[in-house]
Nanobody, 125 residues
């Protein structure tokens, strides 16, 4: 199973980016997916997760109202739309596929089995 994250880059504060996570080697339609991020010198933290059909989403408080997680099972891809970006959103962003099928979207790292390589998001002030 491979996850390819893309869409990161350098953006000014207040700007927007959309991250994509293309999955190969596993059909994701029965698995929740999540996005995490890791800033320099900090631990990896949960950002958002989405249920297998996209009907349920979970966000960390700091991104609620600004970020939107979604998925397209036909394309085996998950997305993270990020609006109103802030310098504190600067991090490497990772996507992940849940360890077990038919589970609720989770903010626990151990609930995810496969991880992408990460894509850098840098927000300048």
């Amino acid at each position: 199973v491979q996850l390819q994250a893309s869409g990161g880059g350098l953006v000014q504060a207040g700007g927007s980016l959309r991250l994509s996570c293309a999955v190969s080697g596993r059909t994701i339609s029965t698995y929740s997916m999540g996005w995490y991020r890791q800033a320099p010198g900090k631990e990896r933290e949960f950002v958002a997760a989405v249920s297998r059909r996209g009907g349920t989403t979970v966000y960390t408080d700091s991104v609620k109202g600004r970020f939107t997680i979604s998925r397209d099972n036909a394309l085996n891809t998950a997305y993270l739309r990020m609006n109103s970006l802030k310098p504190e959103d600067t991090a490497v962003y990772y996507c992940a596929v849940a360890r077990s099928p038919y589970t609720s979207p989770s903010n626990y790292t151990h609930e995810y089995q496969y991880w992408g390589q990460g894509t850098q998001v840098t927000v300048s002030s």
